[in-house]
Antibody
Framework: QLQLQESGPGLVKPSETLSLTCTVSGGSVSDSSYYWGWVRQPPGKALEWIGSIYYSGSTYYNPSLKRRVTISVDTSKNQFSLKLSSVTAADTAVYYC???????????WGQGTLVTVSS | DIQMTQSPSSLSASVGDRVTITCRASQSVSAYLNWYQQKPGKAPKLLIYATSSLQSGVPSRFSGSGSGTDFTLTINNLQPEDFATYYCQQSYSSPYTFGQGTKLEIK
């Protein structure tokens, strides 16, 4: 059974870079049938697509975040990662990693990790 | 960006009821419309993809319909475990946007 698990700091200072890793078990990030993505949810608000990556390294970003986002994949560790630079309080959210196919519908998801931006 | 608007924002219903949640897109998304269920403190769970295809393991009391800009999620014979927040999402064009959610509460 495919499982995804986010990891990374729960507190990031304003203007710094948020870094999260998603570890995949029960499946492979090298599976050519799927993409691997990040979605976030500010407290009490709706979901927002951040971006996705294919095992080959091709990336697809939300234009509103593109200037600050980098998603990478490490096939040797079966992980993919998110970096979001120059964070502000508006980036405080639960960050989820998830798998999707070419149809861009997400499942399964990781449990999510809360990242708070505060000094 | 394509804006997704759900109605109602919240809904009260009883076990055994049939409920319908509507999702409207600001422009046509063809049939590229997906539905998720989220319970408090949990990750979203995919229920329906491509408007009406039921994700494996999802009970058949969930169904979806629509096309273009107007879509519905219907839950027949509500069960206690169905009380949650539901989100629609368009996967027609980037950025892949979600609705604001519909919270289904017990009456």
């Amino acid at each position: 059974q495919l499982q995804l698990q986010e990891s990374g700091p729960g507190l990031v200072k304003p203007s710094e870079t948020l870094s999260l890793t998603c570890t995949v078990s029960g499946g492979s990030v090298s599976d050519s049938s799927y993409y691997w993505g990040w979605v976030r949810q500010p407290p009490g608000k709706a979901l927002e697509w951040i971006g996705s990556i294919y095992y080959s390294g091709s990336t697809y970003y939300n234009p509103s975040l593109k200037r600050r986002v980098t998603i990478s994949v490490d096939t040797s560790k079966n992980q993919f990662s998110l970096k979001l630079s120059s964070v502000t309080a508006a980036d405080t959210a639960v960050y989820y990693c998830a798998r999707h196919g070419a149809g861009y519908y997400y499942g399964p998801w990781g449990q999510g990790t809360l990242v708070t931006v505060s000094s | 960006d394509i804006q997704m608007t759900q109605s109602p924002s919240s809904l009260s219903a009883s076990v055994g009821d049939r409920v319908t949640i509507t999702c409207r897109a600001s422009q046509s998304v063809s049939a590229y419309l997906n539905w998720y269920q989220q319970k408090p403190g949990k990750a979203p769970k995919l229920l329906i993809y491509a408007t009406s295809s039921l994700q494996s393991g999802v009970p058949s009391r969930f169904s979806g319909s629509g096309s273009g800009t107007d879509f519905t999620l219907t839950i027949n014979n509500l069960q206690p475990e169905d009380f949650a927040t539901y989100y629609c999402q368009q996967s027609y064009s980037s950025p892949y946007t979600f609705g604001q959610g519909t919270k289904l509460e017990i009456k």
